[in-house]
Nanobody, 116 residues
Framework: QVQLVESGGGLVEPGGSLRLSCAAS????????MTWARQAPGKGFEWVST????????NYIAPVKGRFTISRDNTKNILYLQMNSLKPEDTAVYYC?????????RGQGTQVTVSS
């Protein structure tokens, strides 16, 4: 059974940083690409970044390129999203999902709020 547990969200001021983590279990982590997605209040899901199974191939949506970095530790089955220079428009619930460019299956999400 796929289990994905996100953590690391919180309240941060504009310009601040957060690192999200996603602990994965129930599947062979290093056989699958992964996605970070988000859902802002009143909006649909939006994929933010993807990473291939080896960690060498990544993708980002334009608004986060240069500010966010996706990575993975295949020895620990953990997916990361380092978020720097955060903006109020980054406020959303962030989810990790199994697969690339996908929203499902996903975890329960972690709230990120960027506000002064």
């Amino acid at each position: 059974q796929v289990q994905l547990v996100e953590s690391g969200g919180g309240l941060v001021e504009p310009g601040g940083s957060l690192r999200l983590s996603c602990a994965a279990s129930g599947f062979t982590f290093n056989n699958h690409g992964m996605t970070w997605a988000r859902q802002a209040p009143g909006k649909g899901f939006e994929w933010v970044s993807t990473i291939d199974k080896s960690g060498t191939g990544t993708n980002y949506i334009a608004p986060v390129k240069g500010r966010f970095t996706i990575s993975r530790d295949n020895t620990k089955n953990i997916l990361y999203l380092q978020m720097n220079s955060l903006k109020p428009e980054d406020t959303a619930v962030y989810y990790c999902a199994k697969g690339e460019f996908t929203y499902y299956p996903r975890g329960q999400g972690t709230q990120v709020t960027v506000s002064s």
